[in-house]
């Protein structure tokens, strides 16, 4: 059973708006542990989205996303976000929340995966 879980995901017209919202769902905790978002688009490789520190002070993201969307974290709830504004059809894809004590970073080495989320940008 995934520790975290997605929702949010959805139909949405280039151009527009969607939020992701990711939950730690077991009792650990989570605000000591970086989290963020990758997401593979059918046919391809799983890529990189945006991640965020333990705190929330430091965030990263992909150079296809910068700009548009944006990662944050409410510690209180266990939970991230991951606002996506202005999308593009190239940003369908499924969106998988990661998280890991060790830290931020870009690679796809997270401990913690969930189920993913489904989002199709039509144009």
């Known amino acids: 059973q995934a520790q975290l879980a997605e929702s949010g995901g959805g139909m949405v017209q280039a151009g527009g708006s969607l939020r992701l919202t990711c939950v730690g769902t077991?009792?650990?905790?989570?605000?000591?542990?970086?989290m963020g978002w990758f997401r593979q688009a059918e046919g391809k490789e799983r890529e990189f989205v945006a991640t965020i520190d333990h705190s929330g002070g430091s965030a990263f993201y992909a150079d296809s996303v910068k700009g548009r969307f944006t990662i944050s974290r409410d510690n209180d709830k266990d939970t991230a976000y991951l606002q996506m504004n202005d999308v593009k059809p190239e940003d369908t894809a499924v969106y998988y929340c990661v998280a890991d004590i060790r830290g931020p970073r870009l690679q796809a080495g997270y401990d913690y995966w969930g189920e993913g989320a489904r989002v199709t940008v039509s144009a």
């Open positions: 077991d009792e650990r905790y989570w605000s000591n542990y970086a």
